[in-house]
């Protein structure tokens, strides 16, 4: 099994969510930024690398949410959350088609990785509470 560790980062009452290139495995379907754990890393380490690579962006992972496990054929994954705020950078896109900033009640609207469904989810019913 792949483990994946993927970024909600929030800013001001908006999320930021990332569209996969058409390069990419699940191409052109939104994702949370993020990435595959290396043996020997931590989550949170990992985590904060691949944003770093992919965004350009210095993260501080905040609370861990509920990984979620799914198949994509042959592949396995487990993605596992974080909620993260925003400590510098300005976003360059480096492997994404897009990026967009988004309010709770948009997140559902978009086209996204059958896996990260349960966590917009979850992320959803903790911030309505
Ligand atoms: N980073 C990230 N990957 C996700 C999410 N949801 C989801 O199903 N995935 C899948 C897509 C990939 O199959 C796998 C890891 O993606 P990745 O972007 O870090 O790795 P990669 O491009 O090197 O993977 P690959 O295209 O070579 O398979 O997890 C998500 O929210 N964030």
């Not at 569209?19 to 993020?34: C, N, V």
């Not at 020997?40 to 691949?50: K, N, Y």
């Not at 949410?65 to 974080?82: A, M, Q």
Request: charged share 20%.
């Amino acid at each position: 099994m792949l483990h994946v560790v993927c970024a909600i980062i929030e800013q001001d009452v908006k999320v930021l969510i990332t569209q996969r290139s058409s390069k990419m495995a699940q191409p052109l379907l939104w994702e949370f930024p993020g990435g595959k754990i290396d043996a020997g890393e931590s989550e949170t380490d990992a985590l904060i690398w691949e944003i770093q690579e992919e965004l350009n962006l210095l993260i501080v992972p905040q609370q861990r949410l509920t990984p979620v496990k799914h198949s994509y054929g042959s592949k396995t994954i487990e993605l596992i959350p974080y909620t993260c705020t925003l400590q510098s950078g300005e976003i360059k896109l480096a492997e994404h088609n897009a990026y967009s900033w988004v309010s709770i009640d948009e997140l559902l609207n978009y086209s996204w990785c059958p896996a990260d469904v349960p966590i917009a989810e979850e992320f959803i019913r903790l911030k309505k509470h």
